[in-house]
C-alpha cells in the first residue's frame, strides 16, 4: 500500500470521529460567522474528495488526481473572500484537519506514523487556499476600484443639446480614460453638441492634469462638439499660468453656472434674471 493510499485509509477509517473535531474547530474559529451546519456540509464534501484524491496513489496536490480538490478547496475559499472572512479565518478550515486526526487519533501508534505526510500534505492545501484568497479579494479591490471610477465621473444631460461632466478627486490616466469614455458616449446617446467639464471638485492641476483634459477636450471635438471648461478657481489659474499650460482656444469659465450659462446662449437660449415679486 503506497504512502497515499494509508493516508485514505486512514481518514476514511476515523471519519465517524475526525469530521464532528473538524467541524467543531473550524465553527469555533469563525465564532459563530458560519453555523456548524453550513460548516460540516463544506468540509464534508472537502473531505470525501480529498480522500478520493489519496485513493488513487498520490499525495501531490498538484497532480491531475486532485484537480477536483483544487477546485472545490478554491471555490470555497473565493466565497470566503467575498464574503469578508479574513485569510485566517479561510485557511483554518484547512489547517484544523491536523488537529482534528490527532484528536481522533488517540493512542493509535500507526497514526502518527503517516502524520508528517498528512501534515505536509494539508499545508501545501492551505498554502493553494491563501493564493486564492490573495487573488480572490486582489480581484475584488479591482471591481470596486473600476465601480468606484463609474460613480464618480457622471455625465449629467443639463438641457437639450448640453451635457457636463463634473469631475472629483483626482484625474489620472486611468480615470481620464473613463471620463473620456462616457462623454463621447452621452454625446452619442444624446445627440448634444455641448459638453461641459467641471473642475471645481479636482484638487489640484498640474501638467499632467491639464494634458489629460486638452486629450478629453480634443475627443470631444472629433465628434462634432464644443467642449468648455468650468471651476477654474483663483488657485488653479495661478498654477496653470506658473506651469506655462497653453489651453489654446478651449473656452474657460471660473463656475459651472457661468459656463452653463455661456453654452445656453450658445444654442439659441435667452435667459433672463426673474423681477422680484416687490417690483412687479
Known sequence: M???ERLADLLRSNEAKLLPAWTGTVSAGLRGRLSPA???RDLTGLFRVLVTALEAGSSDVGAEAFAETRALLEE??????GQG????ETCLAVFALKDAVLDAAGDDVAVYQDFPALSRLVDDLGLLAFETFVAAREQIIIDQADQLLELSTPVVKLWDGV?????????DSARTQVVMEKLLQALVDTGSAHAIIDITGV???DTQVAQHLLKTVA?????????????IRPQIAQTIVGLGIEFGDIRTKATMADALLSTLRAVGVTVERAQPRGDR
Do not use: N, W, Y
Open 38 to 40: 453550513e460548516c460540516q
Open 76 to 81: 470555497l475559499t473565493r466565497v470566503r473572500a
Open 163 to 171: 451635457v457636463a461632466v463634473p469631475l472629483v478627486g483626482t484625474l
Open 2 to 4: 503506497s504512502k497515499a
Open 85 to 88: 472572512f479574513s485569510p485566517r
Open 203 to 205: 484638487p489640484a492641476v
Open 219 to 231: 475627443a470631444a471635438r472629433l465628434m462634432g462638439a464644443d467642449c468648455l471648461i468650468s471651476g
